[in-house]
């Protein structure tokens, strides 16, 4: 039955204009033609629905134009579409493939938005919101420039992962990070929650990981413990949901657990000079039974069905394995020739704990080498230097994520003259390489390409110790990295008009107090120091 999803806008008056010829919408929608007319937003709107399954997403559209606008609408279930001027058809077909496309038709007495789902009908409320957001507001009265558009992603994965090991920023500012993704349609939030210098999440059967692994970051390890209760969490998960936005926490596994051997050194499989208690010890049959633990604790907060357990770097603290007498039994007994294959063989016996818990494995690319089931892992695609392993991923049938350091590590600096984040050979992630990147140079077959879900930007912390350099790194490439996700390698890009069009929205994160990069004036506000270490 189609379902209808109407948000009625009453018209007082009307009028014209001339619209602008580049839509300022980010992601730039596939397909869009301007008119002359404009449509007139004021306390007279109503927002109609059909379905009461749609109530979160007209609660969503009328909190959302209120917190920006100040106009406060009225929102009701109602069949009767006689006079609405706005319309959302939820489950109507598009003629595109992807769920998420949706359609926007706007003219001076009416609005009209369509998709076959709600996560496409969002999508259009977004694009909606972004134009409410960028018009100018008069005394309660917001004119509309109409549009007529026709959009859907390109990947359907459009990620954004935030290292809160390092640099802990709480509860509010992730809710903040959320808004900014769900406005540039982002749907994955990867959540890198355990790694050296800190623990970030509540574990009850293990409550020392939070409170003795929670001690200290990147900048100071003695810093009080910092981490998000089991509460937490579930209020961020809900708040992203109703975005529709999908959040994947990351437990790393069995390198950078410095912070977890913090809290209980029983299951230390030891480090190095310069990563000490780096690793889990894969000879000892209880530190399976004890990740177990925490897994099946973790799986309960994320009803995404997903867990990262990283898998990367693990040479950097595995020098002591050769020594401990349970490794050196298993090794004998598995016929290992190298530390490699028990590395391998701990993350096997881990992916299948998570199987088994109806979970997928994300891992990074170091695990493409895993002999795992197809449907079941993901693997991220992170050294931009091995681009064989993103090849091996997909020769191998996994689905794969492209996230390589250049241009997605968005710890990496936006300019030339910047001096607080890191380089790879001179090289870094400038905003017109993160808008430009695409998958055409490795001139993929139509077999690997379905296997690239998507598109991810990591942000890791070590040189981003508190909001303003958190945000300093993170604008305006975000915005890039919602085209190079949206738009696929074979839809083609104009990075002058998208300059154009990032001007506006400058504006929105200067009204929003974030401290952002302007990339056309480099040298206009001064650069955030990170740590010093």
Not at 483 to 508: I, M
Request: aromatic share 12%.
């Amino acid at each position: 039955m189609l379902k209808v999803f109407s948000l009625s806008f009453f018209i007082l008056v009307s009028f014209l204009s001339s619209a602008q010829k580049n839509c300022p919408i980010i992601p730039r929608p596939l397909a869009v033609t301007a008119s002359n007319n404009q449509f007139k937003l004021d306390r007279h709107t109503m927002i109609k629905f059909s379905d009461p399954k749609l109530t979160g997403i007209a609660n969503y559209l009328k909190a959302e134009i209120k917190k920006n606008t100040s106009i406060e609408l009225d929102a009701q279930p109602s069949k009767n579409s006689s006079f609405v001027s706005l319309v959302l058809l939820a489950n109507k077909a598009q003629n595109n493939s992807s769920p998420e496309a949706y359609s926007v038709d706007m003219s001076k007495g009416a609005i009209v938005i369509a998709s076959s789902s709600e996560a496409g009908l969002f999508n259009g409320v977004t694009s909606l919101l972004q134009l409410v957001r960028l018009a100018e507001n008069k005394a309660g009265m917001v004119m509309l420039d109409c549009w007529q558009i026709r959009d859907a992603p390109g990947y359907g994965w459009r990620g954004l992962m935030l290292d809160e090991s390092r640099h802990f920023f709480g509860l509010e500012k992730l809710k903040s990070l959320i808004d900014w993704m769900a406005f540039y349609k982002l749907n994955r939030f990867h959540w890198h929650l355990t790694d050296e210098p800190g623990w970030r999440m509540e574990v009850k059967k293990y409550p020392k990981l939070a409170t003795i692994g929670g001690i200290g970051n990147f900048s100071d390890s003695s810093a009080p413990a910092r981490y998000y209760t089991q509460e937490q969490i579930k209020e961020l998960v809900a708040y992203a949901a109703e975005r529709f936005i999908n959040v994947i926490p990351e437990i790393d596994m069995p390198g950078h657990a410095t912070a977890a051997n913090k809290a209980y050194p029983a299951f230390s499989g030891g480090g190095s000079k310069a990563h000490p208690d780096f690793t889990f010890n894969p000879g000892k049959e209880e530190t399976y039974g004890f990740l177990t633990d925490i897994l099946k604790e973790t799986a309960s907060l994320f009803p995404a069905s997903m867990i990262h357990l990283g898998g990367d770097e693990v040479n950097f603290g595995n020098q002591q394995w050769p020594l401990i007498p349970g490794v050196k039994s298993l090794m004998a007994e598995k016929k290992m020739k190298d530390l490699r294959e028990v590395e391998l063989y701990f993350m096997q016996r881990m992916a299948d704990t998570l199987y088994k818990m109806n979970n997928k494995l994300l891992a990074w690319d170091e695990m493409a080498d895993v002999e795992l089931p197809r449907d079941k892992t993901i693997i991220m695609w992170w050294r931009h230097d091995k681009p064989e392993q993103f090849i091996k991923a997909m020769e191998k049938g996994y689905t794969t994520i492209a996230c390589p350091r250049i241009p997605f590590y968005f710890d990496f600096v936006q300019d030339s003259s910047h001096k607080q984040g890191r380089k790879w050979q001179k090289a870094f992630a400038p905003l017109e390489s993160v808008y430009a990147f695409d998958l055409s140079k490795f001139n993929l077959t139509a077999e690997k390409q379905k296997l690239v879900a998507g598109i991810q930007a990591n942000i890791w912390t070590e040189t981003m110790q508190n909001e303003k350099r958190l945000d300093y790194m993170l604008f305006p490439r975000m915005a890039g990295l919602a085209e190079a996700a949206w738009r696929s390698t074979s839809t083609p890009k104009d990075y002058g008009l998208f300059k154009q069009r990032l001007k506006d929205h400058l504006t929105l994160y200067a009204n929003a107090g974030l401290y952002y990069f302007d990339p056309s004036a480099p040298t206009s506000k001064l650069e955030p120091l990170g740590p010093k270490k």
